[in-house]
Structures are given as C-alpha cells and as structure tokens.
C-alpha cells in the first residue's frame, strides 16, 4: 500500500526475489506509469529492475488492494497543524485492506509513525473484524535506507521488527528474511515505532551540534571545518559537519513526532530542531548582507552565483531543500540584483533558469556555496571573490 519513495522499491526488490508483489497507489497515474516500467521517484539503477520484475509478471501495480496473504502500510505520515503527525494515510490504508484480511494474514506498517500507531491500528482492525482477534499477525518495521542508495541498503541493512505478540515478530521476520540479508532484530511494536524516531532525532541532534559550533566559531573567527577535524582526532570524539540546514523528508521531520507527543520531555531534540532551522534563516541573512555590503563599498550591485538546490550532496533531489529554502528568500529580497541560480544535477527548474556551474561562478562577485556537491569542489578559491562557504567546499 503507497509505491513511494519506499514502497515501490520495496515492493521491486521483494519481487525481484521471487516473491508475487501487488503494489498499489490511490493515484492513477502511479499505477499507469508504474504499470509501463517508467519510475515516477528518483533512485539509481531502480528503473531497470522494476522493467525486469514487471516482465516477469512478479510484480504489477494497482489502484485498489487485491487479495493477498501479507499486506504493507508504506504510505505518508505528513504534518497536520504545528507539526502534529497526521497518520491518516495510515488509516485510510489499513481500512482499504480490512475487508480482505483472513486468518493467517500478516500486516505490516512501515510508514515512520508515532508512538502507539500499530496498536491504534490494530484497535480499527479487530473493532471492524473482531473474528481475526488473535489469528492475524500485525508488526511494525521501518525501513532506514538512504535515499541514492535503496538497492543495496534494503537488502543489506539490518532492519528492527516489533511484533504486537512474539508470534507476529516471527511472521514479519519470516517474511523479511526472502530479501533482507542484514540482521532482523526483534523487539515489540511501540520500540521498533521509537527506534525509527530515535535514528533520525540522533543525526539531527548531533548536526544540529555541528550547526551551533558553526555559528560561534564565525563570531569567533575560527575555522569551523578545521576545528571539527581537530577535534575528530580524538578517539571518541565524532562531530558531523556543519551545512546551511537540515532537509529532506526523513531527519527535518520525524523528531517532530517524538516532540509533538513528549514535548515537556523531548528539550534537546526540539531545540535542535530549532538550531537547524535557524541556521538556513542565518545563511540566506548572511548572504542578503554580504550583498548590501558590497553595493556600499563598491558602489554597483554584485553579481550572485547561488550553488546548488539540492538537499544533500550529489543528488538531484530538491524535497525540502534548505538550499533551495535560501535561494527562494535571497531571491525574494534581492529581487534587482543579478541572481545566478546553479544545480548541474538537474536540467531544468520550474522557477530559475540555471546556469552552468562553472560560468557562474566565474561571472559572480560573491558565490554562496549551498551545497557540497563534488563538481564545486572543482572550482578555485578565488582571493578576489567573496565565497560564502556554508557546506566545507574548501575545507581542505
Ligand atoms: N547533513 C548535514 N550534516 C551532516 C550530515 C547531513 O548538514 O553531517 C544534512 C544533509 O545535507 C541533509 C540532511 O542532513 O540536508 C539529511 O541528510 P542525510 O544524508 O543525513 O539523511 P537522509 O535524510 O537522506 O536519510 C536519513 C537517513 N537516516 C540516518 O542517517 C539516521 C536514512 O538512513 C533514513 O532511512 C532516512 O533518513 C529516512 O527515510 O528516514
């Protein structure tokens, strides 16, 4: 149930290994598109494999759920208000598959939920159908792939699965085990719900460190890429490195799942939330002054080159984007200074017309270094130029 960013390539590499894979979308075009062998999400190699498990006939996409004998919730848990999980997918899927539950099923969600989902949906489930009470199998299992990475991390990453009984982890383990060649670990529903959220709060507690070290060390004028290499060097000393913000959809959003529910409890992780939010809004005040700066002492408007949309280095994809997030705002106050909008890993934008990354940052006065794709780290540092490097471009 959902062929996303997760979903569909789960629901290929599970075929790929042999197994009969229904997949299905609320949206048609998914289904139409999914159905003719074209990938509608951006994943490395995935295309190729999802023609071959469709030509196989293991694998076909549907708008509605067939009968089948395990069914995976992989659908979106988005925001509803401030920042509150909203699991209505979550449900809406679950009662899609509801009527065709029978014994001996498994159901499985998958979506990144909040504490507590697998039993509520449990609770829909035997309130609908009270005959499968203790003759179904439910769990929960996360996925925690990289995005650019899918193929080989679904099958090679360990993977958490908690089971509402012990019965049902060992069903979900069972299953799991036809393609995943990392270890299975079993544990109950609400930890495996909390480790997901754990996995992600950890990586933005610990940016959001490297984040706040960034902002004193540029009051301070220290080097902030050479003292968390220096610091590094202790043995047990491992600081992540700092950028202009936390995005995508995995890290920048499900702390707010443990925050929304535990909000006297969860401090640091709300706080670093905010430390990664404010260091995008410190980027793009940064460059907007920058650029004041120099129409007062040169007397001219300067030339910008903005380098890169993307949210992490070396991939197209823009969701989320705190680069991206900066360039909108410069843009938006900048409005009459020449703006040059660079991501040599997309063709073409719906909003700027981009320049080649090299052009640009030749033709700029002041280049803002968003995000550390490897062909920046091409370029020069030029004593001429005012760079703004918020990524580590020249960390070196
Ligand atoms: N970032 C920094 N500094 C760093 C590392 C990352 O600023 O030192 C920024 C990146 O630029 C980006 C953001 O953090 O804007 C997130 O990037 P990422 O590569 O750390 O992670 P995601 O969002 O692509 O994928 C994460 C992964 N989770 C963890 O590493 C704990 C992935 O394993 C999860 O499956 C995924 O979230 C998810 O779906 O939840």
Same mark, same amino acid.
């Given at each position: ?13 599970? !075929? ?12 048609? #075009?998914?289904? /139409? ?8 999400? %951006?994943?490395?190699? $995935? ?12 694998? #076909? ?8 004998? !395990?069914?995976? $919730? ?16 979550? /449900? ?16 499985? %969600? ?8 697998? @039993?509520?949906? !449990? ?7 009270? @005959? ?50 990392? @270890? ?112 007062? #002492? ?44 660079? @991501? ?40 001429? #130029? ?11």
């Amino acid at each position: 149930m959902g062929l996303g960013y997760i979903g569909l390539p789960t629901a290929i590499i599970a !075929a790929k290994h042999g197994i009969d894979v229904i997949g299905v979308d609320i949206n048609p #075009k998914v289904v /139409e598109v999914t159905n003719r062998g074209k990938l509608h999400i %951006i994943e490395p190699g $995935m295309e190729e494999m999802l023609q071959e498990v469709i030509a196989t006939g293991k694998f #076909k996409a549907y708008t509605t759920p067939q009968e089948s004998d !395990a069914y995976f $919730m992989v659908v979106p848990t988005p925001f509803k208000g401030d920042h509150e999980p909203d699991v209505s997918y979550v /449900e809406a899927a679950t009662r899609a598959v509801l009527p065709l539950l029978k014994e001996g099923d498994l159901y499985v %969600i998958e979506s990144t939920s909040p504490i507590g989902t697998t @039993e509520m949906m !449990a609770n829909i489930i035997f309130t609908e159908r009270p @005959e499968l009470k203790g003759k179904i199998y439910i769990a929960y299992c996360p996925e925690r792939v990289l995005p650019g990475n899918v193929i080989y991390e679904l099958v090679h990453n360990d993977r958490v699965i908690g089971g509402l009984t012990p019965e049902s982890t060992d069903k979900a383990i069972g299953f799991y085990s036809q393609f995943v060649k990392g @270890e299975l670990h079993k544990t109950n529903s609400r930890t495996a719900e909390m480790c997901k959220l754990t996995e992600n709060s950890s990586r933005d507690v610990q940016i959001a460190f490297a984040n706040e070290l960034s902002l004193i060390c540029d009051k301070a004028g220290i080097n902030v890429w050479e003292l968390i290499n220096l610091a590094n060097k202790h043995p047990r000393v491992n600081i992540l490195q700092p950028g202009c913000g936390v995005g995508g959809h995995c890290i920048a959003v499900d702390p707010y799942f443990i925050t929304a529910d535990y909000p006297a409890e969860s401090k640091i992780i709300a706080t670093a939330r905010n430390i990664n939010n404010y260091k995008s809004l410190w980027c793009a005040e940064k460059v907007k002054n920058t650029i004041l700066e120099f129409e007062l #002492k040169n007397g001219r408007k300067p030339v910008v080159a903005m380098m890169g949309l993307a949210f992490k280095p070396n991939i197209d994809d823009l969701r989320e984007s705190p680069a991206a997030n900066i360039v909108g705002n410069v843009v938006k106050i900048c409005g009459n200074t020449e703006i040059l909008v660079v @991501e040599p890993n997309i063709q073409e934008h719906g909003t700027y017309t981009l320049t080649d990354y090299r052009e640009a940052f030749e033709r700029a006065d002041i280049v803002v270094m968003l995000t550390a794709h490897n062909r920046f780290k091409e370029l020069p540092w030029d004593e001429k #130029k005012t760079i703004l490097d918020f990524c580590g471009i020249y960390k070196k």
